[in-house]
């Protein structure tokens, strides 16, 4: 694609950077087929490359981003199947966080979206927040149904839609806390390595089970767990709100916590069980390339970060019981697929462990969690979950597996199939306690 920056332009890093992602477009327009915004709205300006030219305008015309603009790019999930599906190698993502990063810094929403926005960005990833907006989510719960549904439709979701969005993703009963930062779970019998476990945010609040699954697996084939004390929430989800000063705070934090105890003490992965976590943290060294003390430090965490399956897949498990009457339904989360190219491992670990592992039609199209997604666009992603669990369906599951809680969430509340998370089901294949049960 032909760009026309100015030199002064160029001379911005971001701009730069900018200019080498649009250049490798030919908008040939493949990645319109497997973009689910285009599958379900059929507009070309919700496709990757409508997108890919209203940023270019944006960006090249250096004005402030036009409500219609806003809307597209809104509308888009961030679920990278269109850089899965790229012949040419657009890195759509670097492009669509610099036009969310440039929307909130020039555009001016209303006043109850801004404050809206504010609110999200502020208390998910805070989990002490979280828990409690969530005791208090489950108040209003029973008001859900009685709540009007305006909005539904081609234009952007009222508060009230958003509101009714967030109070129906609200859990009916909340866990105890896991364990808290500064722990470290001793490996059983000798030891063969050393990570850091994300503790993660919200997963932390709906789902500790998930991480004591990955402490359970890892300590019982030797390797050695902390949960590093000062580590901060990841900074995915105001990142994919635009808010990047917050982000980038957030990762710079993470890199010094992890690299002081990876000085201390070793440390041969930090281990991530969200995929959506694990996507931003592989992009710490991209997103702190700028930053002259700390891109190298940055670098070196992002190439430390892996999946929990991409770590297991290299331990050998030792399977204690099969289940081989056991069908799982294997969703691959966009962040997973899309994000980090990781689409064989959590498969064949689970088959290896002695699953019946099915792949889900359509697989590529996102469940329509994809972070905030679900509350700021409750529509498109109520239908994107319909579909999805309608291709599970397909494949008859006793189970559904994933590797991200906001996924796990999404498609829970669509079926009463069990949702669970690929490592619970290593570690109950490995002598833990059966998932799925509560
Ligand atoms: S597939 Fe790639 S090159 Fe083709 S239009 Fe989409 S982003 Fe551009
Ligand atoms: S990230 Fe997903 S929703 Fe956004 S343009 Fe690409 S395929 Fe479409």
Redesign the pocket.
């Known amino acids: 694609m032909k760009t026309e920056f100015s030199l002064a332009q160029l001379a911005d890093p971001d701009i730069a950077e900018a200019d080498k992602i649009l250049r490798?477009?030919?908008?040939?327009?493949?990645?319109?087929a497997t973009c689910p915004t285009y599958v379900l709205l059929g507009d070309e300006l919700d496709s990757?490359?409508g997108r890919?030219y209203l940023i270019k305008e944006m960006l090249e015309k250096n004005r402030p981003p036009t409500a219609e603009v806003v809307k597209h790019i809104d509308r888009c999930l961030s679920c990278l199947a269109?850089m899965t599906?790229?012949?040419?190698g657009?890195n759509?993502m670097h492009l669509v966080d610099q036009a969310r990063a440039r929307i909130e810094k020039d555009y001016r929403r209303p006043l109850s979206e801004r404050l809206f926005r504010a609110a999200l960005a502020w208390i998910l990833p805070r989990p002490g927040l979280l828990r409690a907006g969530m005791i208090l989510g489950r108040l209003g719960r029973p008001l859900v149904p009685l709540l009007p549904t305006p909005g539904v439709g081609s234009g952007t979701p009222t508060l009230l839609r958003r509101i009714k969005a967030l109070l129906a993703l609200s859990p009916a009963s909340l866990p105890p806390p896991g364990p808290a930062g500064g722990n470290v779970f001793a490996a059983k019998g000798e030891r063969r390595g050393r990570v850091a476990l994300l503790q993660g945010c919200a997963q932390q609040v709906l789902a500790p089970r998930i991480n004591q699954a990955a402490i359970n697996v890892l300590t019982r084939h030797g390797v050695e767990v902390v949960l590093v004390k000062d580590e901060q929430c990841c900074g995915a989800l105001t990142h994919h709100l635009g808010r990047d000063d917050d982000a980038l705070a957030r990762a710079r934090a993470n890199v010094g916590a992890w690299l002081r105890e990876a000085d201390r003490n070793g440390l041969d992965a930090i281990l991530v069980t969200t995929s959506g976590c694990g996507t931003v943290i592989k992009d710490y060294g991209y997103m702190l390339r700028e930053d002259r003390a700390l891109a190298g430090p940055a670098a070196k965490i992002s190439a430390l970060a892996k999946d929990i399956t991409e770590y297991l897949g290299t331990l050998s498990l030792q399977p204690t019981q099969q289940h081989s009457d056991i069908v799982i339904a294997y969703h691959s989360a966009c962040s997973l697929q899309h994000g980090q190219k990781i689409t064989q491992a959590p498969k064949e670990l689970l088959s290896k462990n002695g699953f019946v592992v099915k792949d889900v039609p359509e697989s590529h199209l996102c469940c329509g969690s994809a972070g905030t997604y679900n509350i700021l666009q409750p529509d498109i992603a109520n239908k994107l979950r319909d579909r999805k669990v309608a291709n599970i369906a397909m494949v008859k599951p006793d189970m559904i597996a994933a590797g991200n809680i906001g996924c796990m969430v999404q498609i829970a509340g669509g079926t009463s199939v069990p949702v669970v998370h690929t490592v619970e089901l290593l570690d109950w294949a490995t002598g833990g306690p059966r998932p799925g049960l509560d």
């Open positions: 490798a477009c030919v908008h040939c327009g493949f990645c319109t990757p490359r890919i269109c599906t790229c012949p040419s657009v759509y």
